[in-house]
């Protein structure tokens, strides 16, 4: 099994940027597809992105398109979400997340990732 701890997060204006990223240790990076979820207090944990375990394709929340990507990084066993314009309402905590597997498909619910990071804070100053 895969252990993943995020880094990145922190305060940041409205309309500004952060870069958040999240390693992974105990597997082999490349078996799994890796997603992004977020959560503010009293409500779900939402999809952000997620990446499949080679980079071929990516799938991104309507609230983030265009504005969001997700990369990842095998050889260093990383996955980043780069967040540009960010809002007010984006302020959550960030989750890092992972599934196995090396098909083509994006996992997007919250049941179909096994593994999951502890979170990074996300603050964006209105």
């Known amino acids: 099994q895969v252990q993943l701890v995020e880094s990145g997060g922190g305060l940041v204006q409205a309309g500004g940027s952060l870069r958040l990223s999240c390693a992974g240790s105990?597997?082999?990076?490349?078996?799994?597809?890796m997603g992004w979820f977020r959560q503010t207090p009293g409500n779900e944990r939402d999809f952000v992105a997620g990446?499949?375990?080679?980079?071929?394709?990516?799938f991104y929340s309507d609230s983030v398109k265009g504005r969001f990507t997700i990369s990842r990084d095998n050889a260093k066993n990383t996955v980043a979400l780069q967040m540009n314009s960010l809002k007010p309402e984006e302020t959550a905590v960030y989750y890092c997340a992972a599934r196995a597997g090396r098909n083509f498909l994006v996992p997007r619910q919250l049941s179909e990732y096994a593994y999951w990071g502890r979170g990074t804070q996300v603050t964006v100053s209105s």
């Open positions: 990446i499949t375990w080679n980079g071929g394709s990516t």
């Open positions: 105990g597997d082999t990076f490349s078996n799994y597809k």
